[in-house]
């Protein structure tokens, strides 16, 4: 039985999360468009035979933020939306709107040169870690024990070709047990979450951590919605760290793999987002 | 059934859709389904600085 709205998937690889998305629309009569993103080309014009709602699944945050700007320039909503996309795909601007509304983070510093990041190091102390702005699956992000080491990354860091990486986004290391925490968010509801487990520093699922479904108590949930609603919501995986304070957010991920979350938990979280792209596209 | 392009071993479809991923029972390379009728698979696209979550 169709739902009534007509679904596109804007994506680069199709992943287990993407064959469930696919899955969860065609056991719910939904017609998919697929829209593959080194293949789409975008015109002026609106063309036509659009779907109602655009899904983005793609990879890339740079692909991202221009398809979903071009879905937007045709009239199209897409989940999530372009200026959600932008900013929560972008450490920097995330944990700085994250600071602006008032969500907990790590102590953070930015730095436009290795020289400043040098300093920011020094005030917040070693070990830190430095991230970059863009990326995921824990690439690229260096734990720095002590000005040697800094030193060492820095140097690495002003190699690489691509300007990005002459952005420094350093944080403290925040002592926590052997885990993380990922919730993930669909409109205005937490629907699952499980903490990831290391007795490695990073805990990225793609690093090969393990998982175990965790209970969503209300102040898992409060934060999670808090960091959701602050990038401009829809569907997001909010990474929370047990601190000594407290929780705080690590990241909010504007395109979230779920393989290993639904493992664990046994959550339909690819039927979610299917309904919840209903919901944007009537609104 | 096609061939694995890095070792030549025998890959079958099971239900696989296009532009999906799967090792190589054989070598482990990642593939990437190019094809369902014929079925016809490629190396997986490598990972670029901007891939993520």
């Known amino acids: ?84 996309v932008e900013l929560a795909g972008d450490k920097v601007l995330s944990t700085l709107r994250l600071a602006e509304r008032g969500v907990p983070v790590p102590r953070t510093e930015i730095a436009l040169s290795p020289e400043a990041a040098r300093r920011a190091l020094e005030r917040i102390g070693y070990p830190a870690v430095l991230k970059p702005p863009v990326g995921s699956w824990g690439r690229l992000l260096a734990k720095v024990d002590s000005p040697e080491a800094a030193e060492q990354i820095l140097e690495h860091k002003a190699a690489l070709p691509s300007p990005v990486h002459s952005v420094f986004y350093i944080q403290e290391f925040v002592p926590k047990p052997d885990r993380d925490l990922r919730v993930f968010v669909v409109g205005a509801h937490a629907v699952a979450a499980m903490y990831r487990h290391s007795t490695e520093w990073r805990t990225n699922a793609a690093r090969g951590a393990s998982a175990s479904p965790a209970e969503i108590t209300p102040e898992i949930e409060e934060i999670a919605l808090r960091a959701a609603q602050a990038m401009g919501g829809g569907v997001l995986a909010v990474d929370l760290v047990e601190s000594p304070d407290g929780l705080r957010v690590l990241e909010v991920n504007p395109t979230p793999e779920f393989k290993t979350l639904t493992a664990a938990t046994g959550a339909d979280v690819a039927g979610r987002i299917v309904e919840y792209c209903g919901e944007v596209a009537r609104e | 059934m096609t061939q694995c392009p890095e070792c030549e071993a025998i890959v079958e479809s099971h239900d696989m859709v296009m532009g999906e991923l799967f090792p190589c029972p054989d070598c482990g390379t990642e593939l990437e389904v190019l094809g369902t009728d014929p079925f016809l698979v490629q190396p997986a696209p490598k990972e670029a600085e901007d891939w993520g979550e």
């Open chain 1, 1 to 84: 039985m169709s739902d009534g709205f007509r679904l596109g998937v804007f994506l680069t690889i199709v992943r287990p999360e993407e064959k469930w998305i696919l899955a969860a629309a065609e056991a719910r009569g939904i017609p998919v468009t697929r829209f593959d993103d080194s293949e789409v080309t975008f015109g002026l014009d609106v063309p036509p035979d659009l779907p109602d709602v655009v899904l983005n699944r793609s990879v890339s945050h740079t692909r991202s933020i221009y398809a979903t700007r071009c879905f937007a320039r045709y009239g199209v909503p897409t989940v999530n939306r372009p200026d959600v």
